[in-house]
């Protein structure tokens, strides 16, 4: 397998935490990496590892668009180029997140077919696979037929990442009936309906689902527009945080903290991002992982796991044939 | 005080529950009710409750409109014109939520000046006063005006209800800066950047908030489209039930179960949905308060105690004129 590109200028904890997790990912599951950064500030971390040299570093809180356009020797358009031009087969990026979008659109550009590509975060269910949620921020304004698109692609995801034989599709929405939503929601609702919309994706379409359902074993993909999607996300970021800490502070305070905080870490590692994998750019013609800015080295380690998985599944083909199909 | 309407046959759990939280309310707390139902049902419950009569039951899952308008002797009307009529004070209903919203809008009518009604719930934050997320589900279309008017009735109601003097305002989107969101939201942070926008409503505008601020204590008032927070008080719901089950879960099965259970009990009762009254539909003429449909009689004990002190604070006269120099 050609190396994973993974942006080592990237993230909160970047390059350390990156490199790190770079070098566990080649040394403890044999994944193939290639380093994109500056090389000075990489020579001393590197290790064994290749560097493809770039100069930039787009900032975690610059303008997406423009950081692409103009800074052509940073390291996530480098990467992007990287898979483009067949010297790695998948990027990963703990960087700017709009900024990996355009680098990935940009160069790698849109499986033939795609309107627009969307992100899918798995979102976790303790208990069970985790639940597939896109778009989680790509499209703020979408059109009922990309929705359809974002249900096929997310479908595929599901299959290839989680085993899911017939993936069950669900339209996020503010209750059961197909005449609850807002005006996109219903379109969409009728076009995901017709039987042939998820044929090719081999899913099945649940109808509505509210958000209630998404941490549940009841939906493997949820489907929405990219704002009400990463609303979404975020306030379930926001809930866990509070909850844990909150949990954590008043078993803290007792005596028997240390059993039953003890007790609780398999369910706070199943909750934990960094074990997630982070979320995937799906519709661009290239394996691309957007990680979380905050990414620690084990974030980095799962990361790279999974986009390897997912280059030896040939996601990104069978990604292309389900959405053709449809 | 006039008494408070509560309409005994709404909810999973009427009328036993229902009557059961009317008869606590008046013997613990001094709120004087009035039920609304049929009386024959109410007969053995209500002890010394006085009882408007109303033959007829809306569903929970009935549609709305055409319940209201067919149903004209049903306990939701019933309940709104004892408000109108100046019979009642306020009117609380564990039931079929479209059908309140119905039921109060047609008969108590609007407010002056306000376009549309909202749900304002009110989210629980450990430590510290809840956050009101307001639209949650009444509108699920909207415009920048609207959304201005709910910024507006937010920050009176959070300051009647929880007393919080300067009352800070978010705009839920999906990043902080300004230019971040759909169309809608960009189109409403300009109009309520404009600083007359909430002087009347004595509130600050905080900008663009992120669904992981809600449950914080960095901010008061989270203004959303009916859709995004319907969506996003429906996850939180989804997110805490999961995590209280899989925690409770964890820790009985440790011999520390019962001291660990029992520290974790004021957090518990802190994310209680019993324990906040209930939502309130601001912008009609007179208090309504929305019950969940799962409410237990100290649901209904809870949301007595916040139409009493609602109607105590002048709620409606607040909002009028917080609306009118908007």
Known sequence: MLPIAIDAMGGDHAPGAIVEGAQRAVADLGVPIVLVGRPDDLADLRGDLDVIPASEVIAMDADAGASVRRMKDSSLVRAAEAVRDGKASAMVSAGNTGATMASALLRMG?????????????????????????????????????????????????????????????????????????????????????????????????????????????????????????VVLKTMEGVLRTLVRSVFEALGATAVAEPAIESLMPLYNVLDPDQTGGAMLLGVDGVCIISHGSSSATAIVSAARVAAEMVEAGLVDRLRVAVAAG
Not at 116 to 125: F, G, H, L, S
Not at 165 to 189: C, F, M, Q, W, Y
């Open 110 to 230: 849109r499986i033939r077919g795609v309107a627009r590509p969307a992100i899918a975060t798995p979102i976790p269910v303790p208990g069970s696979t985790p639940t597939v949620l896109l778009d989680a921020g790509a499209n703020a304004e979408v059109q009922p037929a990309w929705l359809v698109q974002f249900a096929q692609m997310g479908a595929v995801f599901a299959r290839e990442r989680y085993g899911i034989a017939t993936p069950r599709v669900g339209l996020l929405s503010i209750g059961e009936e197909s005449s609850k939503g807002n005006d996109l929601v219903k379109e969409t609702h009728g076009l995901l309906a017709d039987p042939a919309a998820l044929t090719a994706s081999g899913a099945t379409f649940l109808g509505n689902v509210e958000g209630r359902d998404i941490m549940t074993d009841g939906v493997d993909v949820v489907v929405a527009d990219g704002f009400t999607g990463n």
